[in-house]
């Protein structure tokens, strides 16, 4: 078997633990107990100092569990000892040691060193370490949705990465974890302070017992013998618990996470000369004209002002040295150029906003802008199966109050505005009774609308308007200018991660697909022409195993984009043909569809088509007609062609109607019902 560290740590701990029970049934000698008393004072001081000098409470996150292993081992070896004590009076030299030498090998002055320990640990450090543990934990679980919302925040507007974000996330879901376990751990320390008092009881009685009935011994010296030895074992438990106590006070009153405990009071303590001063004098005060030890306080006074002169002049000194370091700074800036590397970068998408909208956005006044910004990022991975870019937002004084501008790439793409405390409604096509209000325009469809304040808003709504807020207007217009160029937001490097994405559960797929048929470049463009077009990504698999069927015979990315649409027809024909309803659609005229194939021109950059200006005009004038058409029994434009014409047809189109949905026949599944109401031909 091969052993490792890790193998080892994880006998010694198995090891630890099966000690316990072994103390607790075997009867132990008292050299073994020794030792065993010896390793828990050690392992008790190394546990307070870890505690002390951590620089986090996270870096000893597993504190519950050693409180209890600890607990459980010290009372084992109380009950050892004890039965050592009862059975032959000799528990072993450290408990004999501690009980002479502490308590000065008087009986009295030992209970009384005893019970001073064990009040201090049960009513001040148990009682305190508890109360902070019970109000931290509290405390902590209700800040979670606070910071997780602030980390959302943070994310949305790129102050952080994602992977930093998920960092937080755990961070805070770790400290949620321990703060709620120690809460609980505290009741072990409690409890194994009035465990200690009451063995240290049932040894002294037991004690007494024993020695008078069965040792031969009279009254006074089995009360002597017997009470020094249960005073050191006392001391020899509780000396361990009161550090082990310490410590858990330390972890749950720790506040700093950049340094350690020592560091922190001492740097807190003795940075201010003002105050060494004062206590300085005031101690030398005390030493020459009051009765009190002039030998003790006057050295203590000139400590403190000694040290006081030593800080303010270091203080001084680092004063100088920051002013002199700033004027060099200032004057290296004023003789090197200006670094202009960070201007150069652009987000990729930004939203900017005037004054009047930051309410909108701020968390303190209620705000949910930044919420909606997340959700919006849900939703488009969801729908499209790819992940957008950070949206940054910024407010913009040079904007008007109500305005806001959505950048793409840096350059502005849409814009809208809003009127803060008011509603926009509009008129689906039924509304009957009209309401009055300012006129304006849906920014995401341009659709005409009208502001209402609060007060119309439930009468608009009774007859039949839609009625929406100011933050669902501009999710819904951030929204639809993200699916409108997601296409040229995917990046390579956006493509590689979704490579990656799936690369663990199609191994296969991927080491044939990529770079030996395709390259990352080649399948980003096949990528963006579905987006281009509303088709979701999101079923990877599909696409590549399409992409590798077909890229042997050809690397032409429009074409293979076409074997992928179909590949997709499921998912297509759910998109726009949901339900069992004949759906209608218009189709296109068989010569037209020849004429576009006759005029489709092959380099070796790829296909491009040369169709006849003036007959492509009147073909979309005859387009239009037919869209108007749908458009008027309530139906989306939707042109069916042969799979050959499609994607040249849609090429064709796209200048004219860029929302304009053409399917081929081989995109369309087989339990689809279509009706054709109209054709599109050259007049």
């Excluded at 017997?226 to 310490?246: A, H, K, N, R, W």
Aim: glycine share 6%.
């Amino acid at each position: 078997m091969k052993f490792s560290i890790k193998n080892l740590q994880n006998y010694a701990i198995g090891l630890y633990m099966l000690s316990i029970i072994i103390f607790i049934v075997v009867p132990l000698p008292s050299w073994l107990l020794d030792v065993g008393v010896a390793f828990n004072i050690a392992l008790a001081m190394i546990i307070l100092f870890n505690a002390l000098f951590s620089t986090e409470v996270l870096n000893m996150s597993s504190f519950p569990t050693i409180l209890l292993f600890t607990t459980i081992f010290r009372i084992s070896l109380n009950v050892s000892s004890t039965r050592l004590i009862l059975m032959n009076g000799n528990p072993g030299e450290v408990i004999k040691q501690f009980g002479a030498f502490v308590g000065g090998n008087n009986i009295i002055v030992g209970a009384i060193i005893f019970i001073v320990i064990i009040l201090v640990q049960f009513i001040v450090i148990n009682k305190g370490s508890e109360r902070v543990s019970e109000v931290t934990a509290r405390f902590t679980l209700d800040a979670m949705p606070g910071k997780q919302m602030a980390i959302d925040a943070d994310l949305n507007t790129g102050a952080i990465t994602d992977k930093e974000a998920k960092e937080r996330r755990e961070k805070i879901q770790e400290e949620s974890t321990f703060f709620g376990s120690m809460d609980g751990a505290t009741k072990y320390v409690k409890g194994d302070a009035v465990l200690g008092l009451i063995i240290t009881l049932i040894n002294f009685v037991g004690g007494l017992v024993m020695g008078i009935t069965s040792g031969g011994l009279d009254a006074s010296q089995a009360l002597e013998t017997y009470g020094i030895l249960t005073i050191g074992d006392g001391l020899v438990s509780s000396m361990p618990s009161l550090m082990i106590s310490l410590a858990t006070g330390v972890l749950v009153t720790k506040v700093s996470k950049e340094a350690d405990t020592g560091n922190l009071l001492v740097s807190q303590l003795f940075s201010i000369p003002r105050v060494l001063y004062i206590v300085g004098a005031a101690m030398v005060l005390f030493g020459l004209f009051t009765p009190l030890p002039l030998f003790v306080f006057v050295p203590f006074g000139v400590l403190f002002l000694l040290t006081g002169r030593n800080i303010d002049k270091r203080i001084k000194k680092s004063e100088v040295t920051a002013e002199v370091s700033e004027e060099e700074t200032q004057a290296s800036e004023i003789r090197r150029p200006e670094n202009v590397v960070n201007l150069l970068q652009v987000d990729q998408i930004e939203f900017e906003f005037g004054y009047g909208i930051i309410p909108l956005a701020d968390t303190n006044q209620g705000g949910d802008l930044l919420d909606r910004v997340v959700l919006i990022r849900r939703q488009i991975a969801l729908e499209l199966g790819c992940v957008v870019p950070t949206i940054r937002l910024r407010d913009n004084i040079q904007l008007s109050p109500n305005q806001y501008v959505i950048k793409i790439k840096g350059v502005p793409v849409s814009e809208g505005e809003i009127l803060f405390d008011h509603y926009m409604a509009m008129n689906p096509g039924y509304v009957e009774e009209e309401i009055t209000g300012i006129p304006t325009f849906e920014p995401s469809f341009h659709l005409p609308a009208l502001w209402i304040t609060e007060s119309q808003r439930e009468r608009a709504e009774s007859y039949g308007y839609t009625v929406v807020d100011p933050p669902s207007i501009i999710a819904t217009h951030l929204t639809e200018v993200i699916r409108r160029h997601l296409a040229e937001l995917l990046s390579r490097q956006d493509v590689q991660n979704l490579i990656n994405n799936i690369q663990e559960q199609n191994q296969t797929l991927v080491s044939e697909l990529v770079p030996k048929l395709l390259g990352v470049g080649e399948i980003q463009k096949v990528l963006q022409n579905l987006l281009r077009e509303g088709i979701s990504i999101r079923d990877l698999v599909t696409i590549f195993e399409t992409l590798a069927d077909y890229a042997p015979t050809t690397h032409d990315t429009d074409i293979l984009t076409e074997y992928v649409r179909q590949a997709l027809k499921r998912a297509i024909s759910n998109k726009y043909f949901p339900g069992h309803e004949k759906n209608s659609v218009v189709t296109l005229d068989p010569e037209v569809e020849q004429e576009i194939m006759a005029s489709v021109k092959t380099t070796e950059q790829g296909s491009y088509i040369s169709y006849d200006p003036d007959k492509a005009s009147r073909l979309m004038d005859s387009l239009k007609v037919e869209i108007e058409k749908l458009e008027n029994m309530g139906r989306n434009a939707i042109v069916v062609t042969s799979p050959i014409v499609r994607m040249y047809f849609k090429k064709l189109t796209m200048d004219y109607f860029p929302d304009l949905i053409v399917i081929s026949y081989n995109e369309i599944d087989s339990g689809v019902e279509l009706q054709s109401v109209g054709m599109v031909t050259v007049k």
